[in-house]
């Protein structure tokens, strides 16, 4: 019976130790989370900062293709689209131009990476002959960062 309790006790000694190898305290889960939020506040914003400058970029580069279009679309007719038919002049014969020989895009125009129309306007100012333009994030003029107007030419 000696020899029996004593096998008892091993293996609770055993659970015990076991046990407390296993689970984590209070403090150091604290810590853990501590070091968590601590990585994410210093990598969270550069990640996000990247996200807006991929945006932009995508912006410029879709106004390329866009004033490619543009130019395709003088070619043939002599002349920019007006202001009044924007655009839309690209994909569709608007108003029945002359010499028009589209559509000048493959695929529809596309809107601002931020979801808002591009800003076209011809003539531009400044003796430009159109401006194309987007007011970035906030679809407002002016602004820095994101929000940042982006003109192409």
């Given at each position: 019976?000696?020899?029996?309790?004593?096998?008892?006790?091993?293996?609770?000694?055993?659970?015990?130790?076991g046990?407390?190898?296993?689970a984590?305290?209070?403090?150091?889960?604290?810590?853990?989370?501590l070091?968590?939020?601590?990585?994410?506040?210093?990598?969270?914003?550069k990640?996000?900062?990247?996200?807006?400058?991929?945006?932009?970029?995508?912006?410029?580069?879709?106004?390329?293709g866009?004033?490619?279009?543009?130019?395709?679309y003088?070619?043939?007719t002599?002349r920019?689209?007006?202001?009044?038919?924007?655009?839309?002049?690209?994909m569709?014969?608007?108003g029945?131009?002359?010499?028009w020989?589209?559509?000048?895009?493959?695929?529809?125009?596309?809107n601002?990476?931020?979801?808002?129309p591009?800003i076209?306007?011809?003539?531009?100012e400044?003796g430009?002959?159109?401006?194309?333009?987007?007011y970035?994030?906030?679809g407002?003029?002016?602004?820095?960062?994101?929000?940042?107007?982006?003109?192409?030419?």
């Open positions: 019976m000696h020899e029996r309790l004593s096998v008892s006790k091993a293996r609770l000694g055993r659970r015990g130790i046990l407390r190898r296993r984590f305290t209070l403090l150091e889960l604290l810590v853990v989370l070091i968590i939020a601590l990585l994410a506040g210093y990598v969270g914003p990640l996000f900062g990247e996200v807006g400058k991929a945006r932009s970029k995508t912006a410029a580069s879709q106004m390329k866009i004033e490619s279009a543009l130019d395709r003088r070619l043939d002599g920019y689209p007006g202001t009044d038919a924007g655009l839309a002049a690209l569709t014969n608007v029945n131009t002359a010499g020989d589209g559509p000048y895009m493959s695929s529809q125009i596309p601002d990476p931020w979801g808002k591009y076209y306007r011809s003539p531009g400044g430009k002959d159109y401006d194309l333009m987007t970035g994030a906030d407002k003029p002016g602004g820095s960062g994101e929000d940042a107007d982006i003109v192409a030419k």
